[in-house]
């Protein structure tokens, strides 16, 4: 599955933004858990938050639980990242991946290429 993340952009503190990711070819898209990471300069990457194959299921990082949503749209293979109350420390390259078989929120096969995020104090 081929994925591309895109929506990022510069964004005051408190401010929202709304990322979306793109999966094409691959096979079903309902078949895989999608999940969100993300990279700041200098700094290992995290995990944001992830979402089972039938959107029935999410799972968030505690840094981002109750400011951030994920969900899917699986007649569109897309899946999104809602960020509300948004944070300078959320600034980072934020990726999407989608995995097929893993069984853990945390590991992922295929990866889009990042969308960069920007929150001015």
């Known amino acids: 599955v081929q994925l591309q993340a895109f929506g990022g952009g510069l964004v005051q503190a408190g401010g929202s933004l709304r990322l979306s990711c793109a999966a094409s070819?691959?096979?079903?898209?309902?078949?895989?858990?999608m999940g969100w990471f993300r990279q700041a300069p200098g700094k290992e990457r995290e995990f944001v938050a992830a979402?089972?194959?039938?959107?029935?299921?999410?799972n968030y990082a505690d840094s981002v639980r109750g400011r951030f949503t994920i969900s899917r749209d699986n007649a569109k293979n897309m899946v999104y990242l809602q960020m509300t109350g948004l944070k300078p420390e959320d600034t980072a390259g934020y990726y999407c991946?989608?995995?097929?078989?893993?069984?853990?929120?945390?590991?992922?096969?295929?990866w889009g290429q990042g969308t960069q995020v920007t929150v001015s104090s």
């Open positions: 979402i089972s194959g039938g959107g029935s299921t999410t």
């Open positions: 070819s691959g096979g079903t898209f309902s078949s895989y858990r």
């Open positions: 991946a989608a995995d097929l078989r893993s069984t853990s929120w945390y590991t992922y096969t295929y």
